[in-house]
């Protein structure tokens, strides 16, 4: 895996994609190529361990941890989804392995199989309601929140990160969206058609 | 939307959802000492109430564990859901859900 990943070259899927003219309410961003993993594991194993690759997996689940340049999410009782930047992909693969040597686990790379994009603005959780079933109000969905949802077709991974100020300084949402590569056209196209469609209407 | 109370994430829309058919059917121990009626019982037939019914579903869209739930087929009401594994509530009407 390691010869295989030092040969493949990490073209983005969204590099050839046209991105659309900003509407002021929401800014729509693809993400560059990322080290991704996921983590199966007992929820016992993941007590004991506590944190793996510098991340702490003692979450609730369908919530975030993050600290510079990585986060974890818990995605269900026994499953972990672990970013990072590309550069630290060995070494993330490496110190899980390390960490979990002995313990009953599947970790598997799947830095390709991911498209990141990031979507913030004061209109964001409205265009990701266009296509996504879940209550994205602060009580239900506040900063830290991150679970497996569908938008529109798609399964997609969806992030609640924390507000962003927009360019009048004012903490608007702010949220990041992991799908499958061969969905990322559909879903960057969906939401920024959504995007489009919401600037028509209150323009 | 109908909302189904998943027991890891909560309340979440039923297009995450798939139903697995009903729950609580145990596989039998010796499949081998079983003569053919027995073994396509086990395999085919399922009871198809006009009331309460305890189903399989899975949260695929969403932290895609199995669980189990009560639902009428009547009124499309998920009376409770429970994990996985657990026994099946004490529900058999709509009024003792409420
Ligand atoms: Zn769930």
Not at chain 1, 109 to 129: C, K, P, T, W, Y
Not at chain 1, 169 to 195: D, M, N, Q, T
Not at chain 2, 22 to 51: C, M, Q, T, V
Request: glycine fraction near 8%; include cysteine; aromatic fraction near 6%.
């Amino acid at each position: 895996m390691l010869e295989n990943r030092s040969i493949m070259r990490r073209e983005g899927i969204l590099d050839q994609v046209a991105m659309p003219a900003e509407p002021s309410s929401v800014a729509l961003r693809t993400l560059p190529p990322e080290a991704r993993f996921v983590l199966r594991l007992g929820a016992g194993d993941a007590t004991r361990n506590g944190s793996i690759a510098g991340l702490s997996l003692a979450l609730p689940i369908n919530r975030f941890g993050a600290d510079a340049s990585r986060l974890a999410t818990r995605l269900g009782p026994d499953e972990w989804l672990l970013i990072g930047p590309d550069a630290d992909a060995e070494t993330m693969h490496a110190d899980a392995a390390r960490a979990l040597a002995g313990t009953h686990h599947a970790l598997v790379d799947i830095s390709h199989r991911n498209v990141g994009m990031e979507l913030s603005g004061r209109a964001a959780a409205v265009i990701l309601n266009a296509g996504c079933p879940l209550d994205l109000g602060d009580r239900q969905f506040p900063p830290g929140s991150a679970t497996r949802t569908l938008l529109g077709k798609a399964e997609v991974v969806l992030f609640r990160l924390a507000d962003v100020p927009d360019r009048l300084g004012v903490a608007v949402p702010h949220y990041r969206i992991e799908c499958w590569r061969s969905f990322a056209r559909y879903v960057h196209g969906y939401l920024a058609g959504a995007a489009a469609e919401y600037a028509a209407v209150r323009n | 939307m109908l909302l189904i109370e998943c027991p890891h994430c909560g309340p979440r829309a039923e297009i995450e959802f798939r139903c697995g058919g009903e729950a609580h059917i145990a596989r039998p121990a010796d499949p081998s000492a079983l003569d053919d009626n027995a073994w396509a019982e086990f395999l085919f037939y399922r009871s198809s109430p006009k009331g309460v019914h305890a189903e399989r579903w899975n949260h695929a869209h969403g932290c895609q564990r199995w669980f189990n739930a009560l639902r009428d087929t009547m009124s499309d009401r998920i009376l409770a859901t429970y994990p996985a594994g657990a026994a099946r509530p004490n529900i058999t009407t709509i009024e003792a859900a409420r």
